[in-house]
């Protein structure tokens, strides 16, 4: 990348960082202050979504942590899988409407509503996945995923069996178990230091890219 | 190490993996199939433990997953901090108490037992911590640490501000909640794949070493 | 109105009502079925918004019900006030959130984005209030509004003392209450005809008319 | 009516809003300063029950919600039905016992005995209609009324399917939800405003007319 | 007493026994079948009642607990106390109210509506004690009952503190936990056998006697 | 027995009594001021456990209470009975971890561990029953048992046609409800008074005897 490019991108995610209200209760870096790592990370994000997500910006008050969460995140996330990649977002938005998490459900409701190429399904999720427009399967996805959130200690048989009859391999259900325990967490930071959603996120893919 | 040790080492963690019942719903590798750096890890942890918990065992299944846990466990649980060791275990056994996980109530109640020298704490703060052998101050930790794991959404200033009046910095009041949250992820995955917890830790730290 | 003019608004309502996938769990009424007051009612909404929003079409279903329901809703949120109407709106989708009701949820945080002139504020009040970018004030009202949604058992003088201090008249409170018990009516339809949002809501209020 | 008549009838109610303890948290007009068709409907009220019910009386604060409110409660509770008018009023005692209101409980309670003519049906609904001498159709309607008053999203198909196996038609199953659903508002009313039972109410039905 | 006397009691309370419907999933024994200190306590309770409360025909199914029941009740309920005893079985009746047990609340009712001389105040207290013709005194009362059976494990000094405020020593809030504790057996012992109280408890202490 | 025995029996129970920390928010009696059956039944507990539980000593504060307590608890728990003595000991473990009873959970684990003669045990139940290394009878048994300690209004027949499938008789069934039913109230008067566990019942069970 040349310098001029690496500058104005430095200068527009500092701009990002000097935004009011709050994007999180504790200090939040400035890219000049971070890790080369996670500069160069931050820098690839936005580059790729054209604004930087706050978790990315909020989280890396601690690189320790930051990396280990977004290594987490790719493992699950990236990962291949029986999964399609709406669907392991449509786990996200549900499970973080179970949690309350306004950062979850708005980023996430964002990139579920691109990677489905859908302007409602976002919105369904969040509030009840019995009324949106998704297939049988996913719903029984969703069911076990919000087991997982609200109700892990009650898992048994039964729900591993009802997976795998709607066509789940064992690592599918892993993928699904996963991905709601990783916005367990994820959620809990976000309520804990009250993350903020970039304004950004609240239209996206809710109209035709111009 | 000498040569011979390390086969000691492997033959034992190898025998391990083949014990009844079942410690993961999931496969669980032999120490010959990982890669090394977790191979080496989980040797580690039986160097200095005696047997190797079978969290490092069962979640090895994924590799990244694996190193992302650990290395986000390793982060807030080895920071330095105001928190002492034993006061982040006691969150850890709260919380996992309140999600119903038989895992680590019970392998991170051996590890409280041990940091706190107290053969009593951990059953007491994994029931309830208010009849818990601990400080005013600790029970204000963990009472914070519970809503984190149960009601994240109601968290407000006045959460933070009591924290503040027991002494509690800002950056502790992130560990408290950053442990509660990863925690929230760990017990969902223990109840996920049914972990089962090593039959050594039920007893460790009750009786005085020999 | 000119003939010509109905003509048309009949003709939009009714391609409407042939819309996939249903809207209700119950039989929508044509235009040409409806008893004039309702069809004049719905013609005048669907002038004013361009779309009929379909509690209009689905409650049809039962003329009386459908009469006594929009009565009560306008002597509710069309009285003069000491709640602006962004505020009425805010408790309808607040405590809808607390209720899970796609339908409103989706349709008034569409109004209330509207009457806000604030494309953000209907998501942040749907999932968690605390959050939200709006008034001291404002919160008090909503954590009043979700007591009289899910605990109004326990209501007491506290209760009212607390809006009091906020400002709030006797009769205020009541018009807090009143829009919360309403809803709690409203979600419950919906939930049980499976209303469906119309598509045009979720979009609405979030960016600039052109 | 001969005038004579009706100037007795003012008094005796204008007397009923002068009793202690308060009935409402809200002013209780007097008959005098009520509109006409108001003061119509209590009289009449009070001609065929011997008393005015106090939901009349405060209520009545509020002309257009109380003209909205009996307009919904007689398209409900008076409309042609595969419900019998005691099984409408279980709905409402079931569901009130499950909001915790004491105005609907203890006058539909009176309502409901004197419609199924039995004294002990109505303490039975109210508390737990598993053991109330109703029919096993009733246990279903009532299973059905308190999915919709307590968890109106989780509502499926198989909640309908249910109702049908058990003769309810759709219409009729639109009745039991539709007047859960209405008792989900009159409850909160009820219990906003502090509404008291009349004392009349809690002895009617229970002993022989004489 | 003379031998007529004690064959008519016999045979009504046999004849008692023998009522439609069922008093008790498990069999009830007949007076003759009782061994003597039973029969003799049914028969003295009869003598005083005008009839045998179903509580000890059905619990006499097993003689051994009959006897432990019934002294455990007489230790805590006859014991001199700072509480009257209305009140005493207002806290009983409050916490059948939160245990939903219908063979409390409606026989328990019936004895606090003739100890309080009061026709009104059991059914209030069953629904919502805050709304009861009750003192600021027992309102405290009835509320830390309430949390006694409902949610004992977070008591704390807070809930003494309170009730000393209003005048209660510590032996009294002891009777007051113990009776909210014994309660809490004595309804689940009703709904597990499905005890039905008998008729004659609805309507006692509703009308003046005769 | 000689009276140097009962001599020094006294003394160590007396000495136990002046344990610190607190036992009991209430006074606890010195055997020299019991009731003689009281002090005979702690001296004979004394002497076959080897110490004096809790329970003995804080219960003690009110004779009469104590009496009906134990006389209520043998009758249940040293009953002859379809259930092993292990079996019952799991259901007081499951039910007092659903009530989050620190006493009971910590002493009736010690002596489910002695009957079961397993050291891991009781910690499975405490937790999670579904996870414990017992059989699909026995998880029957908890589930059915902890529906009577949290929800016993729901109980019906299908409850005990499932317990009947997995061959317990109806006088099983009532034994499986009583235990529930009992440390329903045991916990709560534990959870009232605020009593310790004896330090010596965390280990006990956990290694062989010598």
């Known amino acids: 990348m040349a310098m001029g490019a690496e500058c104005r991108c430095a200068k ?6 000097r935004m009011t209200p709050a ?10 202050e971070l890790p080369d790592d996670i500069r160069a990370r931050i820098l690839e994000v936005q580059e790729k979504a054209g604004f930087v997500p706050n978790v990315f910006l909020t989280l890396a008050h601690r690189p320790d942590e930051f990396r280990a969460f977004f290594a987490y995140h790719d493992a699950l996330l990236l990962r291949d899988s029986g999964l399609s990649k709406a669907e ?9 409407g179970a949690n309350d998490c306004l950062y979850c459900i708005v980023a996430h409701g964002a990139i579920l509503r691109i990677y489905a190429k859908n302007p409602l399904v976002a919105d369904q999720v969040a509030v009840n996945y019995r ?3 998704i297939t049988a399967r996913q719903k029984a996805m969703l069911a076990f995923a919000l087991k997982v959130a609200t109700n892990s200690v009650a898992l048994d048989d039964g729900d591993f069996a009802t997976l ?5 391999s064992d690592e599918d259900i892993w993928d699904i178990g996963g991905i709601a325990a ?4 994820s959620n809990r930071m976000a309520n804990l230091i009250s993350m903020r959603p970039n304004d950004d ?3 996206l893919g809710r109209v035709p890219k111009t």
Chains 1, 2, 3, 4, 5, 6 share one sequence.
């Not at 392991?88 to 973080?96: D, G, L, N, P, R």
Request: zero cysteines; proline letters at 5%.
């Open 131 to 133: 009324k949106a427009d």
């Open 88 to 96: 392991k977002e449509m786990i996200v938005v549900a499970t973080s």
């Open 23 to 32: 994007i999180s209760r504790y200090p939040v870096p400035t890219l000049a």
């Open 182 to 185: 990783f916005f367990a967490l």
């Open 12 to 17: 527009r995610a500092a701009k990002l960082t």
């Open 164 to 168: 795998r009859e709607h066509g789940f």
């Open 201 to 203: 996120f609240y239209l």
